[in-house]
């Protein structure tokens, strides 16, 4: 069964600073791997792609990085700011059957 | 651009009722999806097709169906509504293969409630 892990589960942090949201997958058969922001009542947005062929991913203030060698993908938020409060999902594309596994997600909330 | 509409929006249902959540795209893509939220729990994978015509079970397909209509619709049906199916249902739909670093769209989600 395949796993993804966020770790924190929540965070709260003042604005400006900078921070990292951890995700961990267990399966290596993931290929790819996909970050999303949900913001309350809402879909899902993709944030960043990270394909197996590459390490990072950068968009803006993002930048996600990939190391399918130990199963760990961070996405580093710099100067964070209130409008970033949302809930960010990590999820793993499955190489057989075009299928995304998510992780649980971490709640972040940005205090002005 | 619509992307992935999914209706109804809100439903609430009483146990044993039945009900089908529609969904559809207008990116033509081939692979579609129906995920549950659940609180805590992320995104797990109900039912998918990855093409007309195919559909497969996700990781808890249990008391649902689906039918893959044509390439651009896919619903989800519950035939007997239970209060473990009350969640938040979303759609989405992704392009050819997780090879060609496909993006994947959802659509906004469908609350549904069963009392």
């Known amino acids: 069964k395949q796993e993804v892990t966020q770790i924190p589960a929540a965070l709260s942090v003042p604005e400006g600073e900078n921070l990292v949201l951890n995700c961990s997958f267990t399966?290596?058969?993931?290929?790819?791997l996909q970050w999303f922001r949900q913001d309350p009542g809402k879909g899902l947005t993709s944030l960043l792609l990270?394909?197996?062929?590459?390490r990072e991913q950068t968009s803006g203030r993002l930048n996600a990085s990939l190391d399918k060698s130990s199963g760990r993908s961070t996405l580093y938020i710099a100067a964070s700011q209130p409008g970033d409060s949302a809930t960010y999902l990590c999820?793993?594309?499955?190489?057989?059957?075009?299928?995304?596994?998510f992780g649980a997600g971490t709640i972040l909330r940005v205090k002005s | 651009n619509a992307g992935v509409t999914q209706t109804p929006k809100f439903q609430v249902l009483k146990t044993g009722q039945s009900m089908t959540l529609q969904c559809a795209q207008d990116?033509?893509?081939?692979?579609m999806y129906w995920y549950r939220q659940d609180p805590g729990m992320g995104l797990r994978l109900i039912y998918y097709?990855?093409?007309?015509?195919?559909?497969d079970k996700g990781e808890v397909p249990n008391g649902y169906n689906v039918s893959r209509l044509n390439k651009r619709e896919f619903s989800l049906r519950l035939e007997s509504a239970a209060p473990s199916q009350t969640s938040v249902y979303f759609c989405?739909?992704?392009?050819?293969?997780?090879?060609?670093?496909?993006?994947?769209?959802f659509g906004e989600g469908s609350w549904l409630t069963v009392v």
């Open positions: 989405a739909s992704s392009g050819p293969t997780v090879y060609s670093g496909n993006t994947i769209y």
């Open positions: 399966d290596s058969a993931i290929y790819n």
């Open positions: 990270i394909q197996s062929s590459q």
């Open positions: 999820a793993g594309w499955m190489e057989y059957g075009n299928k995304l596994v």
């Open positions: 990116m033509n893509h081939n692979s």
């Open positions: 097709s990855a093409s007309e015509g195919t559909t």
